[in-house]
Nanobody, 123 residues
Framework: QVHLVESGGGLVQPGGSLNLSCVAS????????MAWYRQIPGKQRELVAS????????????NYADSVKGRFTIPRDNRKDTVVLRMNSLKPEDTAVYYC????????????WGQGTQVTVSS
């Protein structure tokens, strides 16, 4: 069984930076996608950024929501069981609970969520 453990949330001032990390434990089968979502109370969970791990020997493919392009990045990483989200130029509207997600498929299909980590951007 796969579990996700998140770390790195907290309080930061507008314009500041924060890194989130998510590590998957358990056996993984490529291809799978590791992603970060965020949710504000009363609103739907939205996709922030993702990386597709197509195989263990190729580079991952990353994608970003328009609202975070140019500010958030998933750095290139050889660790296939980890997804890091580097958040720069943070804005108050980035305040949310951030969730790590792993979606495996199409051969071995399953989906798991992390417990969530709070990010608060405030002066």
């Amino acid at each position: 069984q796969v579990h996700l453990v998140e770390s790195g949330g907290g309080l930061v001032q507008p314009g500041g930076s924060l890194n989130l990390s998510c590590v998957a434990s358990g056996r993984l089968f490529t291809p799978y996608t590791m992603a970060w979502y965020r949710q504000i109370p009363g609103k739907q969970r939205e996709l922030v950024a993702s990386k597709l791990v197509a195989s263990l020997s190729t580079d991952d493919t990353t994608n970003y929501a328009d609202s975070v392009k140019g500010r958030f990045t998933i750095p290139r990483d050889n660790r296939k069981d980890t997804v890091v989200l580097r958040m720069n130029s943070l804005k108050p509207e980035d305040t949310a609970v951030y969730y790590c997600n792993l979606k495996s498929g199409p051969v071995i299909r399953f989906e798991v969520w992390g417990q969530g980590t709070q990010v608060t951007v405030s002066s």
